[in-house]
């Protein structure tokens, strides 16, 4: 079946520019997360969606970070005037209400910011 | 102090070595524990559950201790293909049910 899938796989943008990733989780799983990894680094939570609830938006590091969940399915992470140390690879991860600890992660977006 | 903590490696093995992993936790609330294998550029991806009685999967073996607030994670007769990053997860009491991640511990095993 289908897995994560998050667009686009690769971005390459200008510092101050803003850029939208995309993040389409598995039908039907309620939570969804953002994280983000550089390189040669561990998981960086930023945030997370479950159903109706006010997301956890603790992890976001700065107001030129932002996401929306429409619908209860895709997510779009918005990065405001990007800096080069926005550089990193995005990735998103869904997980059913029933097993929210199992995490199925999408391959990730790369972002690098000249 | 970081909430879940890994020895970051790397651990250099020889194939067919048993190789032992732990991973501490300092919230004694924490609930539910986890290990995922994260490959080179690739996405993290689940790869066992550890329950409190311990449990086995094939040539890996997790174990929880929750007195001492650390899991474990072994493989027996290391393959080359066991060379990943394996992150230990660790999920917060209450409904958010957030999974906190350490840092990842590093394995190489050599041919």
């Known amino acids: 079946g289908a897995g994560v899938s998050q667009s686009p796989s690769n971005k390459v943008t200008e510092k101050g520019k803003d850029v939208e990733l995309r993040c389409d989780p598995i039908s039907g799983h309620t939570a969804l997360y953002w994280y983000r990894q550089s390189l040669g680094q561990g998981l960086e939570f930023l945030i997370y969606f479950q159903g109706n609830s006010a997301p956890d938006k603790s992890g976001l590091p700065s107001d030129r970070f932002s996401a929306e969940r429409t619908g209860g399915s895709v997510s779009t992470l918005t990065i405001q005037r990007t800096q080069q140390e926005d550089s990193a690879v995005y990735l998103c991860a869904s997980s059913s209400r029933q097993t929210v600890e199992t995490q199925y992660f999408g391959p990730g977006t790369r972002l690098l910011v000249l | 102090r970081k909430e879940v903590e890994q020895d970051p490696g790397p651990f250099n093995v020889p194939e067919g070595a048993t190789v032992a992993f732990n991973c501490t936790y300092s919230n004694s609330a924490s609930q539910s524990f986890f290990w995922y294998r994260q490959d080179c550029r690739k996405e993290p991806k689940l790869l066992m559950s550890v329950y409190s009685s311990g449990n086995e999967d094939g040539r890996f073996t997790a174990q929880l201790n929750r007195a001492s607030q650390y899991i474990s994670l072994l493989i027996r007769d290391s393959k080359l293909s066991d060379s990943a990053t394996y992150l230990c997860?660790?999920?917060?009491?209450?409904?958010?049910?957030?999974?906190?991640w350490g840092l990842g511990t590093s394995l190489a095993v050599n041919p």
């Open positions: 997860v660790v999920t917060r009491a209450g409904n958010n049910r957030k999974l906190i």
